[in-house]
Nanobody, 123 residues
């Protein structure tokens, strides 16, 4: 099993930045990828970005390209999501997940999920 734990959420004004962290413990060596998803109130959980552990290849939802950057620190088993130029519509609970071998953008491809961290962007 892998246990992802998110941190770094909070309240930020529109145009600001936040960096989310996801520390993964357990059998991380068997994990194909780590992904970030988000869920706004009343909305379905959606893919944001993912990174493949083996080579660092990154994947983004089209609408997030240019503002969001995913990265990893293998030594710390930690994945980061740098979010810039935040907008009120980015307000959501952000989840980190481990898995992705059946498609890194597919929610059901991930086996292990963190509890989520709240990001609120004020206008």
């Amino acid at each position: 099993q892998v246990q992802p734990v998110e941190s770094g959420g909070g309240l930020v004004q529109a145009g600001g930045s936040l960096r989310l962290s996801c520390a993964a413990s357990g059998r991380t060596f068997s994990t194909y990828a780590m992904g970030w998803f988000r869920q706004a109130p009343g909305m379905e959980r959606e893919f944001v970005a993912a990174i493949r552990w083996s080579d660092g290849n990154t994947y983004y939802a089209e609408s997030k390209k240019g503002r969001f950057t995913i990265s990893r620190d293998n030594a710390k088993n930690t994945v980061y999501l740098q979010m810039n130029s935040l907008k009120p519509e980015d307000t959501a609970v952000y989840y980190c997940a481990a898995g992705g071998s059946r498609g890194v953008t597919r929610l059901r491809s991930y086996d292990y999920w963190g509890q989520g961290t709240q990001v609120t962007v004020s206008s």
